[in-house]
């Protein structure tokens, strides 16, 4: 079965620093990927998404990610922090074979802190 | 704002209780998701219809059901409520059912509180 593993569960930068939040899947092919923000008494706004292609992908808000299948990895960076960013962040897979639904298989999300 | 809308936003009821939610997707979107999000479950993929058909199951519980209607809302029913039922209830829509590469967009979701 399709997982995803976000193994830091809570995280803490100052603003102007990078962020590199991680995220590992575990899927017999190549997934489909997405990273969504969740704010606070919000509901979910997607970051960016990789299909296929080009393996760094660029997304809103000065995010990208980059895919790695060597490592079932899609990791996502910032180069620098603003205290907006603050919230958490939510890696997701959908199968891209077998006649997907579509459905989202979700990491259990990292929180991100900012320090001034 | 995504444009999809859920009502209402936070709910309260007793155990044992049924309530129902309400999506309405994006002007255009034929599919609609159903998501839980709770402190020990995480994100969880709930149900998925397509222009009105039941497209796919999650973790759905019995107890729990859904609908589609032809205006393309859709509702989520929670019957026999239990304590463990308490999460936020998010609903998705995408213009097609494919979901893998066509892209889902949240609504800001339901708060269900069970007491």
Same mark, same amino acid.
């Given at each position: 079965a399709q997982s995803v593993t976000q193994p830091d569960i809570h995280i803490t930068v100052s603003e102007g620093a990078s962020l590199e939040l991680r995220c590992n899947y575990s899927y017999g092919a190549t997934p489909y990927l997405f990273w969504y923000v969740q704010s606070p008494g919000q509901g979910l706004q997607l970051l960016l998404k990789y299909f296929s292609g080009d393996t760094l992908v660029q997304g809103i808000k000065g995010f990208e990610a980059e895919f790695k299948r060597s490592q079932s990895s899609f990791n996502l960076r910032k180069p620098s922090v603003h205290w907006s960013d603050a919230a958490e962040y939510f890696c997701a897979v959908a199968p !891209? #074979?077998?006649? !997907? #639904?579509?459905n989202l298989i979700f990491g259990k999300g990292t929180k991100l802190s900012v320090k001034p | 704002d995504s444009g999809v809308t859920q009502t209402p936003k936070h709910l309260i009821t007793a155990t044992g209780q049924r309530v129902t939610l309400r999506c309405s997707p994006r002007s255009g979107d034929l599919s609609v998701y159903w998501y839980q999000q709770s402190l020990d479950q995480g994100l969880q993929f709930l149900i998925q219809y397509y222009n009105g058909e039941e497209r796919a199951k999650g973790n759905i519980l019995e107890r729990f059901s859904a609908q589609q209607f032809p205006d393309l809302h859709s509702e989520l029913n929670l019957s026999s409520l239990e304590l463990g039922d308490s999460a936020l209830y998010f609903c998705a829509s995408s213009?097609?059912?494919?979901?893998g590469t066509d892209t889902q967009y949240f609504g800001p979701g339901t708060r269900l509180t069970v007491l």
């Open positions: !891209s #074979q077998g006649g !997907s #639904q579509g | 213009v097609d059912w494919t979901g």
